[in-house]
């Protein structure tokens, strides 16, 4: 009896210990993703040079402005939402949707039909750097669904934009892509050749077909105002 309690004993030992480590492992595993996840999402180096810190910040943007305004709203505190919406308007319930649907319409290698599929592991990565304690302390949050709209201002207001208000805008809400020393993912607009109408529907991305399979990210009308929109027009026009 002594001898089974023993064996009782010891083999209780080995599944604590072997449960410890399991967890131990899947503890480690989950750090590396989401360092893996950051590392991602400021990643500069992608097929397309577009990361996700391009459309959306990683911080919360009201207590640590850093004087960008992105086209998309940030993620802090979103890796918990039920539903996402993507760039035109259709509901996305999964946050691993979300990922791969944004990765393969700007970050991943471009094919004929467009971005090819997001590896599964970084779609993982992603989702637990969203998901982590510094990023989602809430573990909840609400749905955003960006005003976008199909409606641009009429020739004549984007004939009268004021460019000097106009190139404040374009340095908080474009230079973060179109660097002037042309660093960014897209090229800088100097002499760029558009329309004052072109540039608009660039911007809300209005029947824009884009260059080699990508196409500007659009900013809605929550992120860029219609008066905003029609002076950086006024600006990127005269550039």
């Known amino acids: 009896m002594r001898n089974l309690l023993v064996v009782v004993m010891f083999l209780a030992g080995i599944s604590l ?55 998309a709203h940030p ?20 946050l691993d949707l979300a990922i791969s649907t944004c990765m393969q319409r700007w970050i991943t290698e471009r094919g004929e039909d467009g971005g090819k599929t997001p590896a599964k592991h970084e779609i993982r990565q992603l989702k637990a750097y969203l998901r982590s304690d510094k990023l989602s302390p809430e573990k909840k949050s609400k749905p955003i669904e960006p ?12 004939r009268v934009g004021d460019p ?39 911007i809300r991305e209005i029947d824009n077909p884009g260059l080699n399979g990508l196409v500007m990210p659009p900013f809605p009308m929550d992120r860029l105002s219609d008066r905003q929109l029609i002076n950086v027009v006024a600006f990127v026009y005269q550039m």
């Open 147 to 158: 005003n976008f709209t199909k409606q641009l201002p009429r020739e004549r207001a984007l």
């Open 75 to 94: 993620l802090f505190n979103g890796g918990f939402r039920a539903e996402w919406q993507s760039w035109d308007g259709r509901k996305i319930t999964t």
């Open 17 to 71: 210990l072997v449960g410890t480590t399991i967890l131990a492992q899947g503890s480690r595993s989950r750090e590396r993703d989401i360092q893996e996840g950051k590392t991602l999402f400021h990643r500069k180096d992608s097929p397309t040079g577009i990361a996700c810190i391009h459309c959306h910040a990683d911080f919360n943007e009201k207590k640590e402005p850093d004087d960008h305004v992105r086209p």
């Open 164 to 202: 000097t208000l106009g190139s404040t805008v374009f340095r908080k809400s474009c230079i973060i892509c179109h660097a002037t020393d042309g660093s960014g993912p897209a090229p800088f607009l100097l002499r760029n050749g558009y329309s004052r109408y072109q540039i608009a529907k660039k």
